[in-house]
């Protein structure tokens, strides 16, 4: 029987330096699990993406190994089946070109009978497409959009289609192709849209003498040419990730490896503004992690190490007036042919002068040789662009993710943030396995990269309260908070539908490296009344459906 693991109680672990950083409350078990589709397909991302279609009550499930969206039959949450796929090849674009064998499915959205699936070209740093279709699953139109399409979303109208162009480099780092975001007037037509329908928002305009903030990180080779007409290094480097539009007319994008967003306005199809996400202080009260997998102790301390926020997922939400973004602060490290931007702390030259690393070896008795050790911060993964001195050595310490969520304002002003509640309430959950990795069963494993690492983010609102679901891709599962007021974000629940004491890649096993989350709320929910939350995991290739109950 598969065991559920959840965590709504007060929390009693004793940890170094672990102050819960949001209120806790103990109201039950927020999530229950109710039925699971599984491809059979283990740690071959075969469940990533998710999306709800109210009017048919169907899931869209994007599953990059097969290369196709899983359309999957709902109204019976309790048993999901799947009824057919989504598959692009073959398919004629408004641009005269023809969708090529060998894409990738990357993503999916749908508002009201329109479905569209953001496809990868064959070779990832070519021009990819958005691909239309209705809710039958007959393919209507097709457009060309940017090198990896790595995300689409409509705005609350579903006038139009964002699409996040993350533009990575090919596997030596001997092409690097701009990021963009694509703005596709689709007007609720989508076999109408022309290749005209498109518009390209992209970073050229900090290649040609607008200022760049400071913390937003453009950094790695540079293989750009100079020539006129073709992206400069800043619209080459950045890779927006993931896209939410607010509202009609404006839109944010994650700029992941940069630890920033872009603001985009929609009615010009520009991005306006780049804003950093700054960097989270892993020696403030609250905010300590466990760095070492080599210690073989729970050890959440603060630490002399900074955290670049870095999210993959994230949502927005109104508060009194104003949106404010909720991030899932994974991390992510650039590493592409001979480049590999991570490295270990025991691996660095460590300057002896550091007013950042000094005052904490003073105050603790150590040394640099005893900080670089594996059971303290020899073997926690930071990046080797940052804190680099004139001298050659590493004054500050920039670790990739926080660790956490946070919830900022569009002026990128951290109003919250969990701290070390991820790790400390997982330490509490399941001790044996405290940051377990995802494709096997092991003890803290995670702790020198990133930790829990969370991946995805989604709201919803239950009789008026607002709710993040965070799930975590490594040792697994969702946390739960209510974000209604965000200065006092409160945790709420964490429910793990992984079994421990099954083996990976076994059906026992259950459900390992959630990816996509998406809330169904009650007034769309199969169970009239019950609002639900459908996670893909795209290690295990399940996609769950769980009942939540909130106050």
Avoid at 346 to 355: A, G, I, M, T
Wanted: some cysteine.
């Amino acid at each position: 029987m598969r065991k559920t693991t959840a965590v709504a109680t007060a929390l009693t672990v004793a940890l170094t330096g672990a102050a819960a950083h949001a209120d806790e409350r103990s109201d039950g078990t927020a999530l229950s699990p109710l039925g699971t589709y599984a491809t059979g397909a283990f740690d071959r991302s075969a469940a990533e993406i998710v999306a709800h279609d109210p009017r048919h009550q169907r899931l869209y499930v994007v599953n990059a190994l097969a290369a196709t969206v899983e359309v999957l039959d709902v109204s019976d949450p309790t048993a999901p089946t799947k009824l057919f796929d989504l598959a692009a090849p073959g398919i004629p674009a408004a641009d005269g070109s023809v969708v090529e064998e060998g894409v990738v499915a990357n993503s999916v959205a749908i508002h009201g009978d329109t479905v569209a699936v953001a496809v990868e070209a064959a070779e990832g740093t070519d021009p990819g497409w958005v691909v239309f279709y209705d809710t039958r699953g007959n393919a209507l139109n097709a457009v060309r959009v940017g090198a990896l399409p790595d995300m689409a979303t409509f705005t609350p109208d579903g006038r139009l289609l964002l699409v996040a162009n993350e533009g990575e480099p090919n596997d030596d780092f001997t092409v690097d192709p701009e990021g963009s975001i694509s703005v596709i007037k689709v007007n609720r037509r989508p076999a109408s849209v022309t290749q005209r329908d498109v518009r390209t928002a992209d970073f050229r305009a900090w290649d040609e003498g607008r200022e760049l903030p400071e913390g937003v990180r453009v950094f790695g080779p540079d293989l750009s040419t100079g020539e006129p007409g073709t992206p400069g290094r800043v619209a080459r480097n950045l890779e927006p990730e993931y896209i939410v539009a607010d509202t009609a007319h404006s839109a944010y994008a994650v700029l992941q490896e940069a630890n920033a967003f872009a603001v985009i306005d929609l009615r010009t199809a520009e991005v306006t503004e780049i804003v950093p996400f700054g960097l989270k202080d892993h020696m403030e009260p609250g905010n300590g992690l466990d760095a070492s997998d080599r210690d073989g102790a729970i050890r959440i301390e603060n630490l002399p190490v900074y955290g670049m926020y870095q999210p993959d997922g994230f949502d927005s939400y109104r508060h009194e007036g104003r949106t404010l973004l909720v991030t899932a602060n994974e991390g992510d490290v650039r590493e592409w042919g001979d480049y590999a931007e991570g490295v270990r702390v025991k691996n660095l030259e460590l300057c002896e002068d550091s007013p950042r690393l000094r005052p904490y070896l003073d105050a603790n008795g150590l040394t640099l040789a005893d900080l670089r050790r594996d059971e303290n911060l020899g073997r926690l993964t930071v990046s080797a662009a940052e804190g680099l001195t004139e001298d050659g050595c590493h004054d500050e310490l920039h670790a990739f993710g926080g660790r956490s969520f946070s919830i900022f304002t569009t002026d990128g002003e951290v109003v919250f943030d969990s701290g070390s509640d991820f790790e400390r309430i997982t330490a509490e959950a399941n001790p044996d396995f405290f940051n377990s990795n995802h494709t096997e069963n092991t003890f803290e494993t995670r702790s020198d990269d990133k930790g829990p690492e969370p991946e995805g983010v989604t709201l919803g609102v239950i009789d008026g309260r607002t709710y993040a679901f965070i799930g975590l891709e490594r040792v697994g599962g969702v946390m739960v908070y209510d974000i209604t007021d965000p200065e006092g974000a409160a945790f709420v629940d964490y429910v793990n539908n992984r079994d421990f004491s099954a083996t990976p890649g076994t059906p026992e096993a259950g459900d390992l490296g959630a990816e996509g989350l998406t809330f169904i709320a009650a007034e769309d929910s199969p169970l009239p009344g019950v609002p639900l939350l459908a996670v893909a995991n795209e290690v295990s290739g399940t996609t769950t459906l769980f009942r939540v109950d909130l106050p």
